[in-house]
């Protein structure tokens, strides 16, 4: 085990171009990153598109732990802690429905579906007991940016939308890429598990060095033009947007190519009833840009991944435990561009995708491989010498460079030394 | 109607088939076994249950006849890092069943049990399989084979040999 001494210094361990390998293995590390990340900061839990209907309910998680998102009668989205205020059993064991209510099968306590107690059983054995201290609980704080539900367990700390600070530019142009202008998540996501720490995944994510050489074999075979975006010769760039977040930009790439629909590797001819709704929305002349521009490639810290046309919701389990859910994005409005993007999110992601089967090994031949202890970092420098600021002051460089690593690695290291 | 003798005639090649598919799979004869596909096939490995909508819902695997073959390609790179080494395999193929013909096609189905033995760990895959094999110039092939696995509601370890 790579262990350290407690307590660690965390500046001894974050540099600015280098951190220690201890913090991918060191299970006091993971307990540190749950109590000042995981239960403090804004997650990503689930959209609101997954409980449409009055009374719908899914089962998601924050970490390791199990939250029911539901939609009251009123329409109200609620995050409710999977935990009966009685004796700690799971109210909630499947993984979605519509329900009022949530009886625990221990001693059927029954909750409505936004957490209060409405009756136990044999009510004469609770002489008084006031009912309303026994509401399940509610995680603090909940609020939502274009249809994604983020909460936190910090009872007060920065808004969501200081949270998201820069990046929520990125969901709004997220978007855009539907006609109508929301995101639906209903494809059902697959659930890929990785024996690695989730900070390998983070980082992955938006780590543009990696795709030549990982992904070589599917770009090889598939006439992909994906390739291309992340070679040397590559105009796209990396950006972070400080507060944890990062993204590959790769509009300079599509804009280059100057062709509609080019990013998602199709044409504007083969999606005409797409195209049609796009500028029927937007004028001919801003749909033709959002559809050059594409969709982002952003990670939202710590846990929400757009990449184009799928998401990834990143869930640590235990040091080397994470599993990534993903699924295909769907636009509203777009039936036929959302068959492809369901098509290629099957192909390409998940335990038997063509890129992810690949990154998954990484992540995994990382993980063990830091269990050797020397030379004890890993080495984040790529580019910092060419790093430079776009327009508003954003911090960007080369769609190889790892100037997103330093940006969540930045943020990071602010979390875990807040008091 | 077929007698008696056909009808265990034609469980014994059945069976060979499956035999068969199960050795090229463990020892990773990527072509021979794409060779089995009808050029009409269906692959499909299902999620979060067994009847699902395809055509709706996430699949961990949902491949027409062309991805099969990009599905081999891939493999065949020697690129494809996560079966660089290739993961050590035996399976074992049990409680066939012929469940209907019509016409060239025959339903078929069984259970399998997979030993992998990868860098990552050792990992047991259980599923049932559906096929429909058709009768082609006097020989087997597959035109679809779903792989229900029995914890394919659960998240999975990655997934990369041939199942």
Same mark, same amino acid.
């Given at each position: 085990?790579?262990?350290?001494?407690?307590?660690?210094?965390?500046?001894?361990?974050?540099?600015?171009?280098?951190?220690?390998?201890?913090?991918?293995?060191?299970?006091?590390?993971?307990?540190?990153?749950?109590?000042?990340?995981?239960?403090?900061?804004?997650?990503?839990?689930?959209?609101?598109?997954?409980?449409?209907?009055?009374?719908?309910?899914?089962?998601?998680?924050?970490?390791?732990?199990?939250?029911?998102?539901?939609?009251?009668?009123?329409?109200?989205?609620?995050?409710?802690?999977?935990?009966?205020?009685?004796?700690?059993?799971?109210?909630?064991?499947?993984?979605?429905?519509?329900?009022?209510?949530?009886?625990?099968?221990?001693?059927?306590?029954?909750?409505?579906?936004?957490?209060?107690?409405?009756?136990?059983?044999?009510?004469?054995?609770?002489?008084?007991?006031?009912?309303?201290?026994?509401?399940?609980?509610?995680?603090?704080?909940?609020?939502?940016?274009?249809?994604?539900?983020?909460?936190?367990?910090?009872?007060?700390?920065?808004?969501?939308?200081?949270?998201?600070?820069?990046?929520?530019?990125?969901?709004?142009?997220?978007?855009?890429?539907?006609?109508?202008? @929301?995101?639906?998540?209903?494809?059902?996501?697959?659930?890929?598990?990785?024996?690695?720490?989730?900070?390998?995944?983070?980082?992955?994510?938006?780590?543009?060095?990696?795709?030549?050489?990982?992904?070589?074999? /599917?770009?090889?075979?598939? @006439?992909?033009?994906?390739?291309?975006?992340?070679?040397?010769?590559?105009?796209?760039?990396?950006?972070?947007?400080?507060?944890?977040?990062?993204?590959?930009?790769?509009?300079?790439?599509?804009?280059?190519?100057?062709?509609?629909?080019?990013?998602?590797?199709?044409?504007?001819?083969?999606?005409?009833?797409?195209?049609?709704?796009?500028?029927?929305?937007?004028?001919?002349?801003?749909?033709?840009? /959002?559809?050059?521009?594409?969709?982002?490639?952003?990670? /939202?810290?710590?846990?929400?991944?757009?990449?184009?046309?799928?998401?990834?919701?990143?869930?640590?389990?235990?040091?080397?435990?994470?599993?990534?859910?993903?699924?295909?994005?769907?636009?509203?409005?777009?039936?036929?561009?959302?068959?492809?993007?369901?098509?290629?999110?099957?192909?390409?992601?998940?335990?038997?995708?063509?890129?992810?089967?690949?990154?998954?090994?990484?992540?995994?031949?990382?993980?063990?491989?830091?269990?050797?202890?020397?030379?004890?970092?890993?080495?984040?420098?790529?580019?910092?010498?060419?790093?430079?600021?776009?327009?508003?002051?954003?911090?960007?460089?080369?769609?190889?460079?790892?100037?997103?690593?330093?940006?969540?690695?930045?943020?990071?290291?602010?979390?875990?030394?807040?008091? | 109607?077929?007698? *008696?003798?056909?009808?265990?005639?034609?469980?014994?090649?059945?069976?060979?088939?499956?035999?068969?598919?199960?050795?090229?799979?463990?020892?990773?004869?990527?072509?021979?076994?794409?060779?089995?596909?009808?050029?009409?096939?269906?692959?499909?490995?299902?999620?979060?249950?067994?009847?699902?909508?395809?055509?709706?819902?996430?699949?961990?695997?949902?491949?027409?006849?062309?991805?099969?073959?990009? *599905?081999?390609?891939?493999?065949?790179?020697?690129?494809?890092?996560?079966?660089?080494?290739?993961?050590?395999?035996? *399976?074992?193929?049990?409680?066939?069943?012929?469940?209907?013909?019509?016409?060239?096609?025959?339903?078929?189905?069984?259970?399998?049990?997979?030993?992998?033995?990868?860098? *990552?760990?050792?990992?047991?895959?259980?599923?049932?399989?559906?096929?429909?094999?058709?009768?082609?110039?006097?020989?087997?092939?597959?035109?679809?084979?779903?792989?229900?696995?029995?914890?394919?509601?659960?998240?999975?370890?990655?997934?990369?040999?041939?199942?």
């Amino acid at each position: 085990m790579n262990m350290l001494a407690r307590p660690p210094s965390w500046g001894d361990l974050i540099r600015p171009d280098r951190v220690h390998g201890s913090l991918y293995s060191d299970p006091a590390v993971f307990e540190a990153e749950l109590q000042k990340i995981w239960y403090r900061t804004w997650v990503y839990v689930g959209h609101e598109s997954e409980v449409s209907k009055p009374n719908d309910y899914v089962v998601k998680s924050i970490g390791p732990q199990s939250i029911i998102m539901t939609r009251d009668g009123d329409g109200a989205v609620h995050l409710l802690l999977n935990r009966c205020s009685h004796r700690g059993n799971h109210v909630c064991s499947f993984e979605k429905g519509n329900a009022r209510s949530f009886t625990c099968p221990f001693h059927s306590w029954t909750f409505a579906n936004d957490g209060r107690l409405m009756n136990y059983a044999f009510p004469d054995g609770y002489d008084g007991q006031e009912r309303s201290d026994l509401a399940l609980a509610r995680v603090p704080r909940v609020d939502s940016y274009r249809g994604f539900v983020f909460a936190s367990f910090a009872s007060d700390g920065p808004s969501l939308k200081q949270h998201l600070g820069g990046a929520a530019e990125t969901i709004d142009r997220l978007v855009r890429t539907s006609p109508e202008g @929301e995101v639906e998540v209903t494809a059902g996501f697959l659930k890929h598990r990785v024996k690695a720490n989730w900070k390998f995944v983070l980082e992955n994510e938006t780590d543009g060095y990696h795709p030549a050489f990982v992904h070589q074999s /599917i770009f090889n075979v598939a @006439e992909s033009g994906i390739g291309g975006l992340y070679g040397s010769k590559s105009t796209a760039v990396t950006r972070d947007y400080g507060g944890g977040h990062t993204e590959i930009d790769l509009r300079p790439e599509f804009r280059k190519r100057d062709q509609p629909m080019s990013w998602f590797g199709t044409t504007a001819e083969k999606l005409p009833d797409y195209v049609a709704r796009m500028e029927a929305s937007y004028g001919k002349e801003a749909a033709r840009e /959002i559809m050059i521009d594409g969709s982002p490639h952003v990670m /939202i810290f710590p846990n929400l991944f757009i990449a184009e046309i799928q998401m990834f919701v990143i869930q640590p389990l235990a040091v080397d435990d994470t599993v990534q859910h993903v699924t295909a994005l769907q636009f509203k409005g777009a039936p036929d561009l959302n068959r492809r993007l369901r098509q290629q999110t099957m192909g390409s992601v998940g335990p038997a995708g063509f890129l992810l089967a690949d990154d998954s090994e990484m992540y995994e031949r990382s993980h063990r491989g830091v269990h050797a202890l020397k030379p004890e970092w890993i080495y984040l420098g790529r580019g910092m010498h060419r790093e430079g600021r776009d327009d508003l002051g954003f911090t960007v460089g080369h769609a190889t460079d790892e100037v997103p690593s330093r940006g969540i690695w930045r943020h990071y290291r602010s979390l875990m030394e807040a008091p | 109607m077929l007698t *008696r003798t056909d009808s265990r005639s034609l469980l014994e090649a059945v069976q060979a088939f499956l035999f068969k598919e199960a050795r090229l799979q463990d020892e990773h004869q990527y072509k021979a076994w794409e060779e089995l596909w009808t050029d009409d096939a269906i692959y499909w490995v299902p999620a979060n249950g067994d009847n699902i909508d395809p055509e709706r819902e996430m699949s961990i695997i949902y491949d027409n006849r062309s991805r099969i073959a990009l *599905r081999v390609k891939q493999l065949m790179t020697g690129k494809h890092f996560t079966q660089s080494p290739q993961s050590r395999l035996r *399976r074992i193929v049990s409680n066939i069943e012929v469940m209907g013909e019509a016409g060239d096609d025959i339903a078929v189905a069984s259970n399998s049990m997979i030993f992998e033995s990868s860098l *990552r760990d050792d990992t047991i895959w259980a599923a049932h399989n559906e096929y429909r094999l058709r009768r082609v110039d006097g020989a087997l092939r597959m035109a679809y084979k779903k792989v229900t696995l029995v914890n394919n509601d659960k998240a999975l370890y990655t997934l990369s040999f041939l199942v």
